[in-house]
């Protein structure tokens, strides 16, 4: 069965470095997302992409963060400046065009900033 | 303002018990999914219901929506330890990208 998938599965790094985190969505998708879990939160939603373009950003997703899908395969988050409050559980997510379709998340990269 | 409100936010029960997951949430919605997550794991989807659907069934699962009452619910019937975890409605709302807004969910232990 097709799935999502993320690497690295845990990221560790410097405050102020940045961070690239990799996403390979379900190859017949069209969506993309990105969401974030902070330790005992709720998952939030941080930006939508289509057509190679974002769709919808949240208050969340400000200029230190970007979103590109540099070949036909691969989404990828970077964040340009890491902070403390950057550390969370990073979730790729995909689907089909049609509304009703499920959105189907990787397994996710826990991003740790010291 | 919070979306997606599940309650209870623990529940203990008995393997072999059914468990029942209430979700609120207060936009108009395109669909509402469940999703379950293990400790510290990935979201792994269950189920998911239409605006227009009232019940759903998946195996041991059942899905309910009430849209007048902008409420959901999940029962798992005859609960075995392995369906600990933490339990998630998202809805997807409106607007063209279907985003999904989570609840807080429920944390679910099945005591063998």
């Known amino acids: 069965e097709p799935e999502v998938t993320q690497t690295p599965s845990h990221q560790v790094t410097q405050m102020g470095q940045e961070v690239i985190l990799r996403c390979v969505p379900i190859s017949n998708h069209l969506y993309f997302y990105w969401y974030r879990q902070i330790l005992g939160q709720k998952v939030e939603f941080l930006v939508s992409f289509y057509n190679n373009e974002i769709s919808e950003k949240s208050e969340i997703f400000d200029d230190q963060f970007s979103v590109e899908r540099p070949d036909g395969s691969n989404f990828t988050l970077k964040i340009r400046s890491t902070k403390l409050e950057d550390s969370a559980m990073y979730f790729c997510?995909?689907?089909?065009?049609?509304?009703?379709?499920?959105?189907?998340f990787g397994p996710g990269t826990r991003l740790t900033v010291l | 303002s919070q979306q997606g409100e599940e309650d209870p936010q623990a529940l203990s029960i008995q393997e072999g018990e059914n468990a029942t997951m209430n979700c609120s949430y207060k936009t108009s919605i395109n669909n509402l999914q469940w999703y379950r997550q293990n400790s510290g794991r990935g979201l792994v989807h269950l189920i998911l219901i239409r605006s227009n659907e009232r019940e759903k069934h998946s195996g041991r699962l059942r899905v309910t929506l009430d849209t007048s009452k902008k409420s959901s619910s999940l029962l798992i019937t005859a609960s075995r330890a392995a369906d600990t975890a933490s339990y998630f409605c998202a809805n997807s709302g409106g607007g063209s990208n279907y985003k999904l807004t989570f609840g807080k969910g429920t944390l679910l232990t099945v005591n063998p």
């Open positions: 997510a995909s689907r089909e065009t049609i509304s009703y379709n499920e959105q189907f």
